[in-house]
Structures are given as C-alpha cells and as structure tokens.
C-alpha cells in the first residue's frame, strides 16, 4: 500500500489506515469476539496499512487493550494515533471534552499504560472544550508533553477553520482529524484552506457502513447501537444514500472491487487528504477495504465517481463545530457528541389519542 508523509513529521502514513471505535465494543451494537480484533490488527499489517486510530472513548479503553495484545511489544513498530480529552461523568457513562491541562496529563499518561508505550507517536483532541479552558492552555500541556517525550506529535479533530487557524498561531500541531465522504463533505471550503500544510486524516469514509453496499433495505439496530438514531439511516437521507451506494456498487463491478473501496478510495484520491480512516471487525472487511488503494491511484475511475456523486447531488457540505479559543460548554461540544451518536435525540412524546404505554413488568 502507498505511503504519504505526514507533514511537518517524520512520519509515513499507509494511505488506509484502521480505526478501532467498533473493535472498542461501545455504541456498535452486540460486542465481537476479542480474537476477531485482534487477527484483524495483525491481518492490517501484511496488507501494508501501518498506522491505527484509537482513542480512549473506543470501548472506555478496550481498543487500546486489543492493541496491545494483538502487538505486544511490536507496537512500538507501527504508528499509534490516539486521542485525549474526553472524560466520563455520571453513572451512565456520558462523555464531554475537558480540555483542562491537568485532564490532558492524566488523559494522555493513562493512554501510555494501557497500550505499553514510552511515547505516542501522534496525539489529537478528541473534540472541542465543553468547559470553558483556553485553548492556549490546552495546547500548552501538549507541548509540555512533547518536551517530556510522552509524544511525538499532536493534532486536532473535530475543529472548525477558525479555531484550527488560532491552534496554528499558538502551537506546532501537525493534523486534523475530520469527518470526509461522498455524504458528509464539510472539509471542502474554508476547512481544507484552514488545514494547508497540515496533515488531515479523514474518517469515517463510509459514513458508518451507509457507502459499503451492506444496507439495502430499511436496516434495524439495537438500542445500543448509535446508527439506530442516526437520522442518516432515517427516511430520505438513507434513500440518497442507498441511491449513490448502488450507483458505487456498479463501478465497483466494473473496476473488480468491493463497493467499500470505491467510496474509501475515492476520499483518499482527493486533494489535501493525507490519509483515510475505516473501521473493520473482521479480515474479510480489512481486505476489502484495502483495495480502495487501487481505486485512489487511478484518476479516470477517481473522476467518475465523482461525477455520479455530482449528479446524485453529493454530500452534505455544511459546518463543522465552528470551535474558538474558549468553548462554550453548552453548545459547541455538545452538537458534537451529537454528530459522533454520544448524544441521542430526544424521543417524540406520543399522540394525545395514543393509549397508555403498558405497565412495567
């Protein structure tokens, strides 16, 4: 698999790399088995993908375990991105982003026990402050940790242009996560300008499975199961949806590749990305996602994918998080979470004629 530096680095990015919030166990419906995670993380190797995202909110934790069971002290021979900043309050287990330097020590010190590394080789806030801490302060105890050797490098995800151009005037970041694919396009505009020169790692390029091929009908999750109220599973956003995945699904045919590398390689082929962020829970989705490499390279396929999302109206090209240098807790992160499925929508309250619900049994 072709490699692309990522800027300001000595780091060589695969062009795919392998997210692990489904192989975390949360907010993905029933659990898989460990031993499927952890042969798909050695399988990622041989099929040249050297970088995973992780995250401590992947599993509360779990990601990080299988990482370092899968590798063990080999770990320290591919790259580890992985997050900081969310905390857990309350007994059901809701996530928010505490920026404070204290949270970012103890955050980023507990991420090098779980995975059994001396240094991080690229460490990104997970989202924007929902506590009010300047965002000078945060980025001053990433480079405190840099100059500790806790880390090498650190990053951004989830912000918005403004708030990443003020995070460049005050510290060496090198990336920005984002979310990119044919549905969700907000990184084209002025957050693609914002981040030039930057390295951006676009995830979710499948758009949570809605882009592989695999949703044809009217899915069904779980209740815990974040796409169970995913609007974008929901009515007419999933009939677009299911509307340009079939059209993918015949250049797929064509090219001689699953339906899900047309859409990963598409977001890897396109200007400004460094590298691409999909999830897989087993080998067999690992391996089908890796061919998205030969999509990318070819630009005659690249074009005419993206001329079918063109005329089946594209993706949605609205704002990410605006962000600034104080977040305000009640707004700004809290839509996130919503985006991320942290957050469910309230449900309807039933019609007045509507009978009584039963009694509990």
Known sequence: MRRRPLPGTDLSLSVLGLGLWAMGGKYWGPPRPDEDAVATLQAAVDLG????????????????????????????????????????????????SDLSPAHIVEDAEASLTRLGLETIPLLQVHWPCERGTPLAETLGALTTLQTQGKIQHFGLCNYGPEALAEARALAPIVSLQTPYSLLRRELEGP?????????????????????????????????????????????????????????LGRIAARVGVPTSAVAIGWAIAQPGVTAVIAGARTPQQLRENVQADRVAASAKVVEVISRVASVLGGGFRGSIAPGGGRCEKSTQGREHRRSLGLVRPPRPCPPASSPPPPPPR
Request: proline share 4%; glycine share 12%.
């Open 49 to 96: 993908v050297n970088w995973f995202d992780t995250a401590p909110l992947y599993g509360e934790g779990h990601a990080d375990t299988l990482l370092r069971r899968a590798f063990g002290p080999r770990l320290k021979d591919v790259i580890v991105a992985t997050k900081v900043g969310v905390r857990w309050r309350g007994s059901r287990g809701h996530a928010e």
């Open 191 to 247: 957050l693609l300008s914002a981040a030039s020169g930057l390295g951006v790692l676009a995830y979710e390029p499948l758009c949570r499975g809605l882009l592989s091929g695999k949703y044809t009908g009217n899915p069904r999750f779980g209740d815990d199961d974040q796409r169970s109220w995913d609007e974008r599973f929901q009515g007419h956003r999933l009939r677009h949806a299911q509307s340009l995945t079939a059209e």
